[in-house]
């Protein structure tokens, strides 16, 4: 009680301007479950002064219903979630503020379990420094390193590493020392400009508000006074202006003006600004806050801009200084915490969330996987959840950004899933590639309309899926050689002529599966541009691989055609023995065995195969195509 009398005199003696007089510090708790983050920060509110008489007595209550000796458990301050309480565990990232004579913080504590690391990169993503915890009983763990790695990425550049429950020890100095000098080893790449290793017990308070008579050894600073001291430094407000264009306001027909919130630098009525992608230039006419008119606004201002021009902006635009732009690009590297069960696969189409806008983005190489133990870069096909990697993205459009080391906020994005809209990866732009800048498409002189009407049909890509032995390729040539007899030029992709020859390489996993169709779909657009149908004939049993081909190619021009058949009709048919041996187990990834198909949810045609012949479907195909074919000519 001696400490919270000491912390009560410091409260009453607080003075808030102080405080506020210097840059509230955000900082981050993290490392591996059962470290201690949310007894620490408890700790930490309750030396202060800053729990409420009745929260304390519900914690006192609480305590005794959760806590196994009785004793004052201060997590329960942070974990509020009840699913939290009966476990033991954070779940959630909670976020507490409060305020000592000389500084106010923001902190974040982020959970431990490795299946919501998610959760941790968010709290990381705003922190200006954090507090890696270490249970000293237990050294540093996958989960502590795999944390002071996102740390890194995400750009804090500033930890302590709190080795905990000193008191489980007997607050043995070469055991701390021991863990000190490892984690120092094990960082010295990533970039840290400070890193302090304290002595702590959460519990018990050592180390925490003051120096610890129990370790007389340790002659650094304890934890929250050298939380108030450190600078961390603010370098945003000296740098160019950014602003992504979160909203455009149109009230009425005179007014027109760019909501968003300023990411770094500066501005002022009458600055010269330009719009990125499209390089348009204007100057600041207006500059609207909460409060009304203002002459400048910084970094961290949310702000309408009105401009002295009617240049086209648009939501996911950035307004930069001129004469200073950010990069752009349609090409870029990039750092990536993948956060899904379902792994990531290189050639599958995303949605890219940057800068308040939306783009389709795909991992066209995936470089390698960071080894969280040793830091090195393994050889990977894919990131599972919670891996960290590096891998070449390709998006559909240009945007601007900036390196993630040079701006958090515009060189960071989201990986979201076409279908479901769940989070997959948040990433770190490392910079543009080369090609990005080098590469440009080639402008012809024959357009595809041009070529269609020469052969006289449009170009159309009919996309036959359907399990293996539904019948695809027996309609589809059957469809072909009536099209060709009626004079339409076409072509056909059947699965086992390209993996004979183009994707020979590939194999069945689910990446090169999602591989394959992706360069088949390429191969596609290419014939169907020189102005042919093309009959595709292909499992394909990943929605999101139809979906891109179908966005590739643009248009009404993709026909989905689903052939369903049952699967135990397929079985019957299979003259290769492919399904008896792939439900022995002898062949791994077999579609409809152990590997799923995902049947279309809108296809333009559906085709029940089981039990009506090859040439009454494929007739069904041809008069759907009829109107199609000709409809413009």
């Known amino acids: 009680m001696e400490k919270r009398r000491l912390g009560a005199a410091n409260a009453e003696q607080a003075s808030l301007s102080d405080a506020e007089a210097r840059l509230p510090l955000r900082f981050l708790t993290c490392g591996s479950v059962d470290d201690g983050k949310s007894t620490l920060i408890g700790r930490l509110l309750y030396e202060n002064n800053l729990v409420l008489q009745d929260h304390l007595a519900a914690l006192?209550?609480?305590?005794?219903?959760?806590?196994?000796?009785?004793?004052?458990?201060?997590?329960?301050?942070?974990?509020?979630?009840?699913?939290?309480?009966?476990?033991?565990?954070?779940?959630?990232?909670?976020?507490?503020?409060?305020?000592?004579?000389?500084?106010?913080?923001?902190?974040?504590?982020?959970?431990?379990?490795?299946?919501?690391?998610?959760?941790?990169?968010?709290?990381?993503?705003?922190?200006?420094?954090?507090?890696?915890?270490?249970?000293?009983?237990?050294?540093?763990?996958?989960?502590?390193?795999?944390?002071?790695?996102?740390?890194?990425?995400?750009?804090?550049?500033?930890?302590?590493?709190?080795?905990?429950?000193?008191?489980?020890?007997?607050?043995?100095?070469?055991?701390?020392?021991?863990?000190?000098?490892?984690?120092?080893?094990?960082?010295?790449?990533?970039?840290?400009?400070?890193?302090?290793?304290?002595?702590?017990?959460?519990?018990?308070?050592?180390?925490?508000?003051?120096?610890?008579?129990?370790?007389?050894?340790?002659?650094?600073?304890?934890?929250?006074?050298?939380?108030?001291?450190?600078?961390?430094?603010?370098?945003?407000?000296?740098?160019?202006?950014?602003?992504?264009?979160?909203?455009?306001?149109?009230?009425?027909?005179?007014?027109?003006?760019?909501?968003?919130?300023?990411?770094?630098?500066?501005?002022?009525?009458?600055?010269?600004?330009?719009?990125?992608?499209?390089?348009?230039?204007?100057?600041?006419?207006?500059?609207?806050?909460?409060?009304?008119?203002?002459?400048?606004?910084t970094v961290g201002d949310s702000v309408t801009l009105r401009l002295s021009d009617e240049v086209d902006v648009a939501r996911g635009d950035m307004l930069v200084e001129s004469g200073r732009p950010s990069q752009l690009g349609d090409q870029i590297a990039a750092h990536v915490v993948w956060m899904s069960e379902e792994s990531l696969l290189p050639g599958r189409s995303y949605l890219m969330k940057i800068n308040h806008g939306t783009v389709a983005a795909v991992a066209t190489t995936l470089k390698h996987r960071i080894d969280v133990d040793t830091l090195s870069k393994v050889a990977s096909k894919t990131l599972a959840i919670n891996d960290i990697g590096v891998c070449h993205l390709s998006l559909a459009r240009r945007v601007s950004f900036d390196p993630y080391r040079e701006n958090r906020d515009t060189g960071s994005f989201l990986l979201i899933d076409r279908f479901t809209n769940e989070t997959l990866a948040v990433g770190m732009i490392d910079f543009a590639l080369w090609r990005a800048d080098t590469i440009r498409s080639q402008r012809l002189l024959v357009t595809r309309a041009e070529r269609s009407q020469l052969m006289g049909h449009n170009p159309l890509v009919l996309w036959f899926t359907g399990l293996s032995g539904a019948g695809k390729s027996t309609i589809a040539n059957l469809v072909e050689a009536q099209l060709h007899a009626r004079g339409v030029h076409t072509t056909m992709l059947d699965g086992d002529n390209v993996r004979l020859g183009l994707n020979k390489d590939l194999g069945f996993s689910k990446p090169d599966r999602v591989e394959n169709i992706r360069r088949v779909g390429e191969v596609a657009k290419l014939m169907m541009d020189a102005g042919l149908v093309v009959l595709c004939s292909f499992i394909s049993p990943f929605r999101a691989e139809r979906q891109m081909v179908r966005e590739l190619v643009g248009g009404g021009a993709f026909i989905e055609i689903f052939v369903d058949t049952p699967l135990e009709t397929c079985i019957s048919r299979d003259s290769k023995g492919l399904y008896l041996r792939a439900l022995a187990g002898e062949i791994p990834n077999f579609t409809g065995v152990s590997q799923a198909y995902e049947p279309p949810e809108a296809a333009e045609l559906q085709l029940a195969a089981g039990s009506t012949e090859p040439e009454a479907l494929a007739q069904r195909v041809i008069e759907y195509l009829m109107g199609r074919l000709y409809r413009d000519g």
């Open 60 to 297: 006192e209550r609480d305590s005794k219903k959760h806590s196994a000796t009785g004793a004052i458990d201060f997590s329960l301050l942070l974990d509020g979630l009840e699913a939290e309480r009966e476990q033991g565990i954070t779940i959630d990232v909670a976020y507490r503020y409060f305020s000592t004579k000389r500084r106010s913080f923001i902190v974040a504590d982020a959970p431990g379990h490795q299946q919501y690391t998610r959760n941790m990169a968010t709290g990381a993503s705003n922190a200006d420094l954090a507090v890696l915890l270490v249970d000293a009983r237990m050294g540093l763990l996958g989960q502590t390193r795999r944390h002071a790695i996102i740390a890194s990425l995400l750009g804090i550049r500033h930890v302590v590493l709190a080795v905990n429950k000193m008191d489980l020890v007997a607050f043995e100095q070469s055991k701390f020392a021991q863990i000190a000098e490892e984690f120092h080893s094990f960082a010295v790449d990533l970039g840290f400009r400070s890193l302090l290793a304290i002595p702590v017990s959460a519990r018990d308070g050592d180390n925490i508000s003051i120096p610890s008579s129990r370790t007389d050894w340790y002659h650094g600073p304890a934890l929250l006074p050298y939380l108030e001291e450190i600078e961390v430094e603010d370098a945003t407000a000296d740098r160019p202006f950014r602003m992504s264009v979160q909203l455009v306001s149109r009230p009425n027909a005179d007014f027109r003006g760019f909501a968003g919130t300023i990411a770094s630098g500066c501005i002022r009525v009458g600055d010269n600004v330009t719009v990125l992608p499209s390089g348009a230039t204007s100057k600041v006419k207006q500059i609207l806050g909460p409060a009304g008119d203002h002459i400048a606004a």
